[in-house]
């Protein structure tokens, strides 16, 4: 008999709203994913503080872990630190480094783990994929996605806004990102997922076409649902192609190539979502999307995050190189250095006219 279905690898809750924070223990018990109430919470050594405070009366039984930075060192360090007091679950509670670090650290000792994301700053936060810093950089490990995600809408507002123009351009990004599977599809026969595309391109598409700013409840929901779901379609499809494609790649050209100097990551690939979007003849989008990422205070040429014009065409130029194997519009058209200088010429005099 064929199969007719699928399971989706997806959180068993996802709590978006104002106020959720003051639920999650009443969550975490109705959910059955902790009873007990015995958890091991990874926070930070500075914003985690206020939260451990509000919510210890709430989680008597919890245990709490400062964590120190995002490093593959700091998520094993934490996973000795948990392993055998039988634990219900691990509870990142943090922005994205906190919950990458709690992502590892849970997967490394068997447990389920739960985001309470503090911030909206990229798509990270349900994704099955813990991004760390190493000896040798930074890389991604696979782990299991969350099994709860909770994001308060009160404590996001809290945060400073770059962190939500961040999470904008990495939400958007995800329309260029579609494009370059597709365009893979197309051109080399490798396999698209269709349910994983959808998802993370309409998430893509729900943040760009939302009258709202980053002030806005109603806007700071459909941002948070867009970075959700594209953490799923990351399940679905089985690595990060849905949400990763040329713009990923010249942030992390951006990344290797200026490591003192570089933006947010949202910022990074904002930019080069509409740079790729512009490169491969949809200027109408491309100009959209620029005007979009303006409105929320985003950059849409590299000027405005303190590189020259020459500095990202060399970021574009070295981009394919960080991720080899993957075969976006830039390696489509792999245009010579003079080339990507002409073409970023033509989207900047379009970006301004």
Partial sequence: MPVLTRLIPSPVVVDIRSGALDDLAGLLADQRISASGKLAVAISDGSGRALRERLTPALPGAHWYSVSDGTLDSAVKLADEIK?????AVVGLGGGKIVDVAKYAAARVGLPMVAVATNLAHDGLCSPVATLDNDNGRGSYGVPTPIAVVIDLDIVR???ARFVRSGIGDAVSNI?????????HEITGEE????????????????????????????????AEGLVLTGISMSVAGDSRPASGACHEINHAFDLLYPKRAASHGEQVGLGACFAMYLRGAREESLHMAATLRRHGLPVVPEEIGFTAEEFVQAVDYAPQTRPGRFTILEHLNLSTDQIRDAYADYAKAIHS
């Fill in 84 to 88: 055998g007091n039988r634990y219900d």
């Fill in 192 to 223: 698209i997922d269709g349910l994983a595309a959808a998802m993370a391109r309409q998430a893509g598409e729900a943040v760009l076409r939302h009258p709202g700013g980053i002030a806005d409840d109603a806007f700071l929901k459909v941002l």
């Fill in 158 to 160: 809290q945060a400073p």
């Fill in 176 to 184: 260029s990102c579609v494009a370059d599977w597709e365009l893979a």
